[in-house]
């Protein structure tokens, strides 16, 4: 396959422990016919991730495995395989997940665009690929406003976050732009990608067909970031706001986010001040900070209902499928 041909996909795996499941991902996308490139970046694994990958290899050529000698973060990882690759589309696969049969035929229509996502098919870990319904494609697009705004958390509702869609993207307006993953960021280096991508006036497709398989585990339903990953990233939306080529009305979105993610990181301080040192250090630690204790005191409500409430809807039934985005099924 010509691997410059303007259709042609680049997949990006950044794998960290994930010989359980590499071999799915890898398979997944050296099926799909528009594919030219798949890199996986084993970021420092301690198992056999490296080993699975390639024994997962079709002889086609396509593959290509790179390892890393320490563990640097997805962000990197991705950094790594953007700059170890060609073809002018790229798609980033989670090392957990899976594509579904025929995805870039149907997503990759048209070429008004610069970034192009479809809807997301959550399943739990022992599920395959079951049948899913043809929805109509019924494409929109999203402004920056619509993206923050679907990247903050609303407690209660079930975690469909646009941040959750898994774009392919024209490596000729990243370059354009100078933009790659924020390789400081371990947590949420997607919203900040595609973030200050759509404030340099990138054009975001979203599809409503559904050509991405995301898998949903129990014991990611906590979150195993650590309480750093949080201020770094609202440190993130700190520096793209003392741009002065920022308009003024993208300032204030992201100002909107980086105080959702703040108040997330004081709630993690103070959990974590607490199972180190007790409670009382914990209310002296966020007295000294008066401004963070009413997220503190609604988030430790919030959380142990939303956590009691999980727990009964991971016991009565195992996750999906379901669906990011609402569909109407298409007509024949």
């Given at each position: 396959m010509d691997s410059s041909a303007p259709d042609t996909v680049c997949v990006i795996i950044a794998a960290k422990d994930a010989s359980d499941t590499i071999a799915?991902?890898?398979?997944?996308?050296?099926?799909?016919?528009?594919?030219?490139?798949?890199?996986?970046?084993?970021?420092?694994?301690?198992?056999?991730?490296?080993?699975?990958?390639?024994?997962?290899?079709?002889?086609?050529?396509?593959?290509?495995?790179?390892?890393?000698?320490?563990?640097r973060g997805p962000a990197f990882a991705r950094n790594h395989a953007i700059a170890n690759s060609t073809a002018p589309l790229i798609a980033v696969l989670d090392a957990d997940d899976f594509f579904l049969p025929g995805r870039f035929e149907t997503l990759l229509t048209g070429d008004n665009w610069d970034f192009v996502?479809?809807?997301?098919?959550?399943?739990?870990?022992?599920?395959?690929?079951?049948?899913?319904?043809?929805?109509?494609?019924?494409?929109?697009?999203?402004?920056?406003?619509?993206?923050?705004?679907?990247n903050i958390a609303r407690r209660g509702l079930s975690r469909?976050?646009?941040?959750?869609?898994?774009?392919?993207?024209?490596?000729?307006?990243?370059?354009?732009?100078?933009?790659?993953?924020?390789e400081e960021?371990?947590?949420?280096?997607?919203?900040?990608?595609?973030?200050?991508?759509?404030?340099?006036?990138?054009?975001?497709?979203?599809?409503?067909?559904c050509g991405y398989g995301a898998v949903v585990r129990a014991d990611s339903l906590s979150g195993r970031h650590a309480t750093q990953d949080l201020k770094r990233l609202w440190e993130?939306?700190?520096?793209?706001?003392?741009?002065?080529?920022?308009?003024?009305?993208?300032?204030?979105h992201f100002r909107r986010h980086a105080q959702h993610i703040r108040a997330r990181y004081e709630l993690r301080r103070f959990l974590?001040?607490?199972?180190?040192?007790?409670?009382?250090?914990?209310?002296?630690?966020?007295c000294a900070r008066p401004m963070s204790l009413p997220g503190i005191a609604s988030g430790v409500l919030a959380d142990k209902t939303e956590s009691f409430?999980?727990?009964?809807?991971?016991?009565?039934s195992p996750p999906g499928p379901r669906y990011l985005l609402e569909g109407r099924l298409a007509m024949d």
């Amino acid at each position: 396959m010509d691997s410059s041909a303007p259709d042609t996909v680049c997949v990006i795996i950044a794998a960290k422990d994930a010989s359980d499941t590499i071999a799915r991902a890898t398979a997944s996308a050296l099926r799909e016919r528009k594919v030219g490139e798949v890199v996986v970046v084993d970021d420092g694994s301690s198992d056999d991730t490296a080993g699975e990958a390639h024994r997962s290899d079709d002889g086609t050529g396509r593959l290509r495995v790179l390892r890393l000698s320490r563990n640097r973060g997805p962000a990197f990882a991705r950094n790594h395989a953007i700059a170890n690759s060609t073809a002018p589309l790229i798609a980033v696969l989670d090392a957990d997940d899976f594509f579904l049969p025929g995805r870039f035929e149907t997503l990759l229509t048209g070429d008004n665009w610069d970034f192009v996502a479809d809807n997301v098919m959550f399943v739990g870990a022992d599920v395959g690929e079951p049948n899913i319904p043809r929805f109509a494609p019924e494409p929109y697009f999203l402004d920056l406003h619509t993206f923050i705004e679907g990247n903050i958390a609303r407690r209660g509702l079930s975690r469909g976050e646009i941040g959750f869609l898994k774009p392919v993207v024209r490596r000729a307006f990243l370059d354009r732009h100078g933009l790659r993953y924020n390789e400081e960021l371990r947590l949420g280096e997607d919203y900040d990608l595609y973030a200050r991508a759509l404030a340099q006036g990138a054009r975001y497709k979203v599809v409503r067909a559904c050509g991405y398989g995301a898998v949903v585990r129990a014991d990611s339903l906590s979150g195993r970031h650590a309480t750093q990953d949080l201020k770094r990233l609202w440190e993130a939306d700190e520096a793209i706001m003392r741009s002065p080529t920022l308009p003024r009305e993208a300032k204030t979105h992201f100002r909107r986010h980086a105080q959702h993610i703040r108040a997330r990181y004081e709630l993690r301080r103070f959990l974590d001040v607490k199972a180190g040192s007790g409670l009382m250090a914990a209310i002296r630690d966020a007295c000294a900070r008066p401004m963070s204790l009413p997220g503190i005191a609604s988030g430790v409500l919030a959380d142990k209902t939303e956590s009691f409430m999980r727990r009964r809807a991971w016991s009565a039934s195992p996750p999906g499928p379901r669906y990011l985005l609402e569909g109407r099924l298409a007509m024949d």
